[in-house]
């Protein structure tokens, strides 16, 4: 089979993968876009059908080209998707799909890029695979013998298939707070939390979350004593779903259960309840597994880097992780300035090499 040889090798081809993308059209080197989904929209196309963004259409836009405006004051998920696929034909990307990354391996003094599709040689990488591909599901005592229904936010799509049912959404962040929001209103819904869940001021969206990044941003950059506000990216934001739960009376959240039984729940007051689903809404983790093979994951798994540079594997660039990427690098706005530094120091250290 051809190999490939590039100067660049870009894996992933959502927010992170296009932002990288824009700035690399407007170099000289050779480089291409490897996309594991069927088409645009990378993990915006495994959303719930009802999921929308926390910030206006302008808040909410890749390098070079704004998101157009969108009916019902933020983006939906659909919205994103389309959005994804005209910046891609606007600027002409070479995005090669459906193309999965198994493995990349130090070959000589380039990266070997291993595919379901062929083989690439790169001359750098810059991995940016978020984190879609890894869900996280706690351990819980007795879970593989409970015989209701178990699936992961990654899955969830609408709440129809739950209704008439008791639900537990587990799970005290943004995507639990909307899920168990919508599953209310079609079943007896319990919200369980490892903590009582913090709820933003109503007037606190993505603007202000990101407004507040970059100050973050700004003051490390300075040397500057970081003065951060209440609040946070893991607190909820209150959507106008979660208001209207809040105002139906089911934003109540209860501590976590003990252990499963084969058809529910313990509660630590000892008292058993049935259960037909549970939806983990439990986050996920870093999509590195394409990475292994190099052996620089930490015991964090997270790589060790300069900037976005890998400290072990100086050809590697990982880009749009979330804060040990940089401030605010997993938004579609945030990820921007990372994306423009990535491609600015990359194309810097191939111009000096021989």
């Avoid at 934001?237 to 058809?263: C, H, I, K, N, Q």
């Amino acid at each position: 089979m051809t190999v490939q040889a590039l100067d660049v090798v870009v894996v992933g081809a959502g927010q992170a993968g296009l932002a990288a993308g824009y700035y690399l059209r407007r170099t000289a080197l050779r480089w291409a876009i490897l996309d594991a989904e069927a088409g645009p929209g990378a993990s915006w196309r495994h959303g719930w059908d009802s999921l929308r963004l926390f910030s206006p259409a302008q808040w909410s836009s890749l390098p070079g080209w704004s998101m157009p405006p969108s009916s019902g004051g933020t983006p939906t998920r659909d919205d994103v998707i389309g959005y994804f696929a005209a910046y891609e034909q606007r600027y002409q990307l070479p995005v090669h799909r459906p193309v999965r990354v198994t493995a990349v391996r130090r070959t000589g003094e380039q990266l070997q890029v291993e595919t379901d599709n062929g083989d690439y040689l790169a001359r750098s990488v810059i991995s940016a695979t978020g984190t879609l591909g890894k869900p996280i599901i706690p351990a819980y005592p007795g879970r593989e013998q409970f015989c209701g229904a178990q699936l992961h936010s990654a899955a969830y799509r609408s709440p129809e298939p739950f209704r008439n049912q008791v639900v537990l959404v587990v799970g005290g962040g943004n995507s639990g707070a909307q899920i168990l929001a919508e599953v209310s209103q079609v079943a007896e819904a319990f919200w369980v939390t490892l903590k009582e869940p913090r709820f933003l001021p109503n007037d606190v969206d993505g603007r202000v979350l990101f407004q507040r990044a970059t100050e973050r941003f700004l003051a490390r950059q300075a040397g500057r004593p970081i003065d951060e506000p209440a609040g946070g990216l893991g607190d909820i934001v209150m959507m106008p779903s979660v208001r209207e739960a809040r105002d139906r009376g089911v934003l109540d959240s209860v501590r976590p259960f003990v252990r499963f039984t084969e058809t529910g729940v313990v509660w630590p007051e000892g008292n058993e309840m049935r259960v037909d689903t549970v939806i983990w809404c439990t986050g996920f983790g870093y999509a590195l597994d394409h990475l292994a093979p190099l052996g620089i994951i930490e015991p964090d798994c997270t790589v060790a880097v300069q900037g976005t540079r890998a400290v072990r594997e100086p050809r590697l660039w990982l880009l749009g992780y979330g804060e040990w990427t940089g401030e605010a690098s997993a938004t579609i706005l945030g990820v921007g300035r990372y994306a423009r530094s990535t491609v600015a120091e990359i194309a810097e250290v191939l111009r000096t090499e021989p």
